[in-house]
């Protein structure tokens, strides 16, 4: 059953960051926001095992199933491979889902989280793949696809190893088109030139575009005086050809109200605004960095195995984009693939002694062990 682009909604209810009240997801607010999001003519809702500690799917119900008919809605909701030890626990998780949400079918089910390291490799030991084709054809899953926050040649491998996969959802915001950890621009070509729909998270990178320096803000109102800060980076992604629908973790009732404001009537961007937008994020991004060209001279000598120019590229991304999750996952699979950690240097010069770049290399790994080894 291919997907029907055309009846996707742009924008999609993202259910990670729930509102909460007393430690609690609030669930009249849930509620209204749910009713507002249905009422504006947009029914695509993602959830997942782990959100909120389970209590996502079980919000889904509550404020969801149990107050709308089935047909008028599209669930999306993830399998995860961090919780499954055998064959037998992908029912076991599969079937508490159903009764979390209360249907009998998902839409969309995605492995969560593909990574080249751990999640990825978790995945084909447990044939997931040949799993989810079995619900699909049992008509518990509608469409089949995953989470991706892997490298692009990995995505690549994954793509032409199972061509069965119907969509795939990514990490996609103008901030991290060219980070080099996350590599949006590249997982989004790959997708786009293969035809496999995209559904896109962290458009506004968890907040971090919907509310910039004074000065940038001050551009982007020069233009539109009236659209939100984060109105922009929704229309950045909205405007990518291949983009199925993309998801918005709202919690509060004006994230909702704007949100639908900027795709109820959607604009894409002008070449002007796609140059503003550029311009921005140029400015953003400005701040100093690490000055490794990755030449590797202090790699092969280095009696601790330390992928140093790895390790700086994981800094340097926490010093750009002000996160922590992806440079941390990154330099965990560094770790994980034998590597040392920036913490078991020993100080002994090598690598400064080759270094082209005349980099201070002993003092810039314990800044990452402060960043990377917490």
Not at 214 to 225: G, I, N, Q, T, V
Not at 247 to 273: C, H, V
Not at 326 to 342: M, S, V, W
Request: net charge negative; charged share 25%; with cysteine.
């Amino acid at each position: 059953m291919s997907i029907d682009l055309s009846k996707m909604p742009k924008l999609g209810f993202g259910m990670m960051r729930l509102p909460q009240k007393d430690d609690q997801i609030d669930l009249d607010q849930v509620c209204r926001m749910v009713d507002a999001y249905l009422e504006a003519g947009m029914n695509y809702f993602d959830t997942a095992y782990v959100y909120h500690g389970g209590n996502s799917e079980k919000m889904v119900k509550e404020a969801l199933a149990k107050r709308h008919p089935r047909e008028s809605f599209m669930l999306a909701t993830k399998l995860p491979a961090w919780v499954l030890k055998t064959e037998e626990d992908r029912d076991r998780v599969f079937n508490e889902q159903l009764e979390r949400c209360g249907v009998d079918y998902f839409d969309f089910y995605l492995l969560h989280s593909l990574e080249d390291e751990g999640n990825g490799p978790a995945y084909e030991k447990l044939d997931c793949y040949s799993w989810g084709l079995k619900k699909k054809a049992e008509g518990k899953i509608r469409h089949f696809g995953f989470s991706f926050h892997g490298s692009p040649e990995y995505l690549e491998k994954m793509l032409n190893a199972h061509p069965e996969i119907e969509f795939v959802q990514i990490q996609l915001n103008y901030a991290d088109w060219n980070n080099p950890v996350v590599q949006s621009g590249k997982l989004y070509h790959i997708l786009h030139e293969r035809n496999i729909p995209i559904i896109v998270m962290e458009p506004v990178k968890g907040g971090t575009l919907a509310g910039l320096r004074p000065d940038l803000e001050a551009m982007y109102k020069a233009a539109r005086p009236d659209a939100s800060i984060a109105s922009w980076a929704l229309r950045f992604v909205g405007s990518l050809p291949g983009v199925m629908t993309i998801l918005s973790g709202m919690s509060s009732d004006e994230q909702m109200k704007d949100n639908i404001g900027t795709f109820r009537n959607f604009e894409p961007l002008s070449d002007a605004e796609q140059n503003l937008v550029a311009d921005v994020c140029a400015k953003m991004l400005d701040v100093p960095q690490i000055g490794c060209t990755a030449c590797r001279y202090c790699t092969d000598g280095c009696p601790m195995n330390i992928a140093i120019p790895d390790v700086f590229r994981a800094v340097n991304t926490m010093r750009l984009y002000n996160e922590e999750f992806r440079p941390k996952n990154f330099y965990r699979g560094l770790i994980g693939a034998g590597h040392g950690r920036a913490a078991d240097c020993i100080a002994c010069g090598q690598c400064e002694g080759v270094c082209p770049q005349h980099l201070p290399i002993i003092e810039l790994l314990k800044e990452a062990s402060a960043k990377l080894d917490a």
